[in-house]
């Protein structure tokens, strides 16, 4: 079915009821969140949840979908439904400030933990106590781009359907596997059992991020930890790492942002592993 011959106003039932996936307990319900802008509706798209297309419905402006018609194909191709409507009323549903003209409402695409663990992965970022929603996005964006095979948000850590986590993974989130709401303990046990080193990313680490990578310690299958953005991780989260690692500070800085900190631990895996003797040495 086309599109609308009249574009929907921000009254729409259709248009109130994606507005209200804004709100964490909406999307809990309806197990649905909101990506918006070509490239992560153009994700979703491509995006498959349990045999089905990722992306349900597509808010689009009339200029928007001029511009970008052969992505409206496609998603109406992938089945979803097209919605003409006013740049009020998109504008309203993706609250925020420069609306791109297109926001797509999108099924739930977690899995579970048994099934990361059982495909043993070699690269993990496990999110313990990540509060900013922007951040998890950024993070998750720096584990697609090391390559990593999952990510973990624990369930003290931010709902990763927030519109502005899925705004700042860039269409990562789409990428690769990521569990929510898992119990950092869980978390850590399925890990281990599937024999990934458990590191703990921590200014106070008694380790030195490069001392690990001169001992060549950092080839095998490993899961980065990532705590709170003002205070680290907590001791009984340290606790549970085979080690606590510090990313060196060799200027004057005091300190890395978590999401500068992931990045620079989750490309020295990726290193590690790809060198010779890794994890990910392609077989001779």
């Given at each position: ?281 392609p077989a001779r």
């Open positions: 079915m086309g599109p609308a011959a009249e574009p929907f106003s921000p009254r729409a039932p259709r248009v109130a009821a994606a507005r209200r996936l804004a709100r964490r307990s909406l999307r809990g319900r309806e197990r649905r969140f909101l990506a918006e802008g070509p490239q992560a509706v153009r994700e979703a798209v491509a995006h498959r949840t349990d045999g089905a297309s990722t992306l349900v419905e597509l808010f689009a402006t009339p200029e928007a979908a001029e511009r970008h018609a052969d992505l409206l194909d496609a998603a109406r191709a992938a089945g979803a439904r097209i919605h003409l409507a006013t740049p009020e009323a998109v504008a309203g549903i993706s609250q925020t400030v420069t609306p791109q003209g297109l926001v797509g409402v999108c099924r739930f695409l977690d899995r579970p933990l048994s099934e990361i663990v059982a495909a043993r992965p070699r690269l993990v970022a496990v999110l313990a106590h990540v509060r900013d929603p922007g951040n998890a996005g950024t993070v998750l964006r720096c584990a697609d781009a090391a390559g990593a095979d999952a990510v973990v948000l624990t369930d003290a850590s931010v709902d990763l359907y927030n519109p502005k986590a899925v705004r700042a993974s860039v269409g990562s989130l789409f990428h690769l596997p990521v569990a929510v709401g898992v119990p950092v303990e869980e978390a850590v046990r399925g890990l281990a059992a599937a024999g990934v080193r458990l590191l703990a990313a921590d200014g106070g680490g008694d380790r030195d991020l490069d001392a690990e990578l001169d001992a060549d310690a950092m080839g095998g299958p490993t899961a980065w930890i990532f705590g709170n953005e003002a205070w680290g991780l907590p001791e009984g989260t340290r606790a549970l790492a085979d080690a606590v690692v510090r990313v060196p500070i060799h200027g004057h800085a005091e300190s890395l942002n978590l999401a500068t900190a992931a990045a620079v631990c989750l490309y020295a895996s990726a290193r590690a592993q790809r060198a010779p003797g890794g994890c990910r040495t």
